[in-house]
């Protein structure tokens, strides 16, 4: 009898459905915050999870429908936020709620660095696609600000995604390969012109910094223009403690070139940290270095700078295979030349660490 008893209880057990705070506890794919903190579940009665998501066409609904089931859910009914509860999820986003850590109380503050060119054409989108991704595997958390609102390429290069989703005056960029996303190409079709004077480019910039919520990453990577328009002055004014990394080609004509973007940047009372220099040599299968664009541009600007040359990506045909197909060579093959070199240049940028102490006030949020 008494085995009789202790099996039955074991079924009830076995049997039991998990509470609310099994349910709120599992942590939501974009925001990367309990489902129960961001107010995303509702009732739980007999298994019946009420779900509400900000919008029905949520990017992440599947995976949490998932997640739900996974944790013992045995039906699931979805449902959009209402406008208050809208609100309240972007007051916990902003950090004014208890229980979410306030952007003003992280110990280290966002690092803003600005990827530049003085022409196109020397792989400067894909090098802030892939430095990226090589400082995330470091262990940090990171995003994009894809500046070149006329020539936007960065949605392109990190493949296919779903669009930013737009909460009243806040917007959740849009996330992949884990990193934040944000760029003009998430709003406009990928062949359609952006005919903007300056004045509607400054605050449009201003706007994707200052609205997004980025999370305060440990970085922020701007892929900026090519030249030194409008766009420079303006992160100048918004983010006047961003730093400025140059990127060019072994070619001297490139390196003259970039040379202004960087002279651009001092005159704007930007620091500029450092070259990355693209597009370097590499060893074929008989083991030939054959230098395509030249040598020695990287190291000549870096000394004209006073600035260090902090690493060369060598030419590698799948690095520029990738940016064309949407998938990086840092996630592809981690291991290539030209990932092993990103990962060098991303840990000798965090070796540099910021440039001086931000104010609370200049966080990215």
């Given at each position: 009898?008494?085995?009789?008893?202790?099996?039955r209880?074991?079924?009830?057990?076995?049997?039991?459905?998990?509470?609310?705070?099994?349910?709120?506890?599992?942590?939501?794919?974009?925001v990367?915050?309990?489902?129960?903190?961001?107010?995303?579940?509702?009732?739980v009665?007999?298994?019946?999870?009420?779900?509400?998501l900000?919008?029905?066409?949520?990017?992440a609904?599947?995976?949490?429908?998932?997640?739900?089931?996974a944790?013992?859910?045995?039906?699931?009914?979805?449902?959009?936020?209402t406008?208050?509860?809208?609100?309240?999820?972007r007051?916990?986003?902003r950090?004014?709620?208890?229980?979410v850590?306030?952007?003003?109380?992280?110990?280290?503050?966002?690092?803003?660095?600005?990827?530049s060119?003085?022409?196109?054409?020397?792989?400067?989108?894909?090098?802030?696609?892939?430095l990226?991704?090589?400082?995330?595997?470091l262990?940090h958390?990171?995003?994009?600000?894809?500046?070149?609102?006329?020539?936007?390429?960065?949605?392109?290069?990190?493949g296919?995604?779903?669009?930013?989703?737009?909460?009243?005056?806040?917007?959740?960029?849009?996330?992949?390969?884990g990193?934040?996303?944000?760029?003009?190409g998430?709003?406009?079709d990928?062949?359609?012109?952006?005919?903007?004077?300056?004045?509607?480019?400054?605050?449009?910039?201003?706007?994707?910094?200052?609205?997004?919520?980025?999370?305060?990453?440990?970085?922020?990577?701007?892929?900026?223009?090519?030249?030194?328009?409008?766009?420079?002055l303006t992160?100048?004014?918004?983010?006047?403690h961003?730093?400025?990394?140059?990127?060019?080609?072994?070619?001297?004509?490139?390196?003259?070139v970039?040379?202004?973007?960087?002279l651009?940047a001092?005159k704007l009372?930007l620091?500029v940290?450092?070259?990355?220099?693209?597009?370097g040599?590499?060893?074929d299968?008989?083991?030939?270095?054959l230098?395509?664009?030249?040598a020695?541009?990287?190291a000549?600007?870096?000394?004209?700078?006073?600035?260090?040359l902090?690493?060369?990506?060598?030419?590698?045909v799948?690095?520029?295979?990738?940016g064309?197909?949407?998938?990086?060579?840092?996630?592809t093959?981690?291991?290539?030349?030209?990932?092993r070199a990103?990962?060098?240049?991303?840990?000798?940028?965090?070796a540099?660490g910021?440039?001086?102490?931000?104010?609370?006030?200049?966080?990215?949020?």
């Amino acid at each position: 009898m008494i085995e009789v008893a202790r099996k039955r209880l074991a079924f009830l057990h076995m049997s039991t459905t998990p509470d609310r705070e099994v349910f709120a506890a599992i942590l939501e794919p974009l925001v990367r915050r309990p489902l129960g903190d961001v107010g995303f579940i509702g009732e739980v009665v007999d298994g019946v999870v009420e779900c509400r998501l900000p919008v029905l066409s949520w990017p992440a609904r599947e995976q949490i429908e998932t997640e739900l089931r996974a944790a013992g859910a045995r039906d699931i009914q979805v449902r959009a936020m209402t406008d208050p509860e809208r609100d309240e999820l972007r007051l916990v986003l902003r950090g004014a709620n208890k229980g979410v850590l306030p952007v003003t109380d992280r110990k280290s503050s966002t690092r803003i660095l600005g990827i530049s060119s003085g022409k196109g054409g020397v792989g400067k989108s894909s090098v802030t696609v892939n430095l990226a991704l090589a400082l995330q595997s470091l262990g940090h958390s990171v995003a994009i600000l894809d500046a070149d609102v006329y020539g936007f390429s960065v949605p392109r290069m990190l493949g296919d995604v779903s669009a930013p989703i737009i909460l009243g005056d806040m917007v959740l960029p849009t996330v992949v390969h884990g990193l934040r996303c944000i760029s003009m190409g998430y709003f406009v079709d990928d062949d359609q012109p952006v005919l903007w004077r300056g004045p509607m480019l400054h605050k449009a910039i201003n706007q994707l910094i200052t609205e997004v919520w980025w999370d305060a990453p440990d970085f922020l990577l701007i892929d900026m223009p090519p030249g030194t328009g409008d766009v420079a002055l303006t992160i100048s004014e918004v983010v006047p403690h961003a730093e400025m990394y140059v990127v060019t080609t072994p070619q001297a004509a490139a390196q003259r070139v970039a040379q202004r973007s960087a002279l651009a940047a001092k005159k704007l009372r930007l620091s500029v940290r450092g070259v990355i220099e693209n597009m370097g040599g590499y060893v074929d299968s008989s083991g030939n270095l054959l230098e395509l664009f030249g040598a020695g541009g990287g190291a000549t600007l870096a000394a004209d700078l006073e600035t260090p040359l902090l690493g060369t990506i060598p030419f590698d045909v799948a690095l520029r295979h990738g940016g064309d197909v949407g998938a990086p060579l840092m996630v592809t093959d981690p291991n290539a030349a030209a990932s092993r070199a990103f990962r060098a240049v991303a840990e000798r940028i965090a070796a540099l660490g910021p440039t001086r102490i931000y104010k609370s006030e200049l966080l990215v949020r």
